[in-house]
């Protein structure tokens, strides 16, 4: 029985690096960051107090790197983290230039372009309307972006984590291996697991699954799909824990 989606107060939004990055596959598309922006703005403008958690694949994967590159995996995943605070400036930008104020926070030390990440602190910047953009991962090697944005998720206490992605949900099989793939529109943890699907690195999926954290897995270049999932419609992929009301 399919659950009932609900409105949400708060949401952490993760993108990974390559979706900003568009047909460019390299930096940043100017275009593709302005139509970003003006997607998670209609989210805040409607009253969703947002986070985001942005990957650094656009410029450098620090695992990849590292095995491609022959050098040592802790300072590839540091590049990363310089990759993802480029991103999130970007993201500042281009938000602010839709009326929303957005504060960078970042996991590592870097104080002129950023502060340092608080919790407190980036929760007093959502209740007083502004949006607050996370850098540099969870500031250590071996953890990715998806760990980054289930802990900062928890962290700020949000109701909804949104992963958003180039699919239009989570399915049973590569849809485009199999066109008969069906997708699901909810999915509880367990079936998640027990089906092998991939939903975000393990780490980040048991740590959301543990604590009860609702996942929805979206398409994002489809218009309004965010404000869509995150006021109670269908949009997605809704990943949840089977007993709790999502």
């Given amino acids: 029985m399919a659950q ?7 949401a952490l939004i993760k993108l990974s690096g390559e979706a900003l990055a568009g047909d460019l596959r390299f930096g940043l598309d100017p275009h593709i960051l302005n139509y970003i922006a003006h997607e998670i703005a ?3 403008q409607a ?12 410029f450098i994967r620090g695992e990849t790197f590292s095995a491609e590159g022959g050098i040592d ?6 590049m990363g983290m310089l990759g993802t605070l480029m991103n999130s400036l970007g993201l500042q930008s281009a938000i602010e230039k839709q009326s929303i104020e957005v504060r960078v926070q970042s996991a590592i030390t870097i104080s002129a372009v950023a502060e340092p990440f608080i919790r407190r602190r980036a929760i007093r910047h959502m209740q007083k309307g502004r949006m607050v953009v996370f850098a540099a991962g969870t500031g250590n090697p071996f953890f990715s972006t998806d760990t980054a944005a289930v802990l900062r998720a928890l962290e700020i206490e949000a109701d909804v984590l949104v992963k958003a992605t180039k699919v239009d949900g989570v399915y049973d099989s590569d849809p485009k291996k199999n066109p008969e793939a069906k997708r699901f ?20 999926f048991t740590m959301a699954q543990d604590h009860r ?7 994002f270049h489809k218009p309004g799909a965010l404000l869509d999932a995150l006021t109670g419609g269908s949009t997605g992929t809704l990943v949840a824990d089977e007993h709790k009301p999502v």
Avoid at 4 to 10: F, G, L
Avoid at 73 to 78: E, I, Y
Avoid at 192 to 200: E, F, G, N, P, T
Avoid at 213 to 219: G, H, R, S, Y
């Fill in 73 to 78: 995996r802790s300072v590839a995943d540091q």
């Fill in 47 to 58: 009253g969703i107090e947002c986070a985001i958690v942005v990957g650094g694949g656009n």
């Fill in 4 to 10: 009932q989606r609900r409105s949400y107060r708060r």
């Fill in 185 to 204: 529109d909810t999915l509880s943890y367990d079936r998640a697991i027990s089906d092998r699907l991939k939903v975000m690195d393990q780490t980040a």
């Fill in 213 to 219: 954290l609702p996942l929805i897995v979206l398409d």
């Fill in 42 to 44: 209609a989210v805040q």
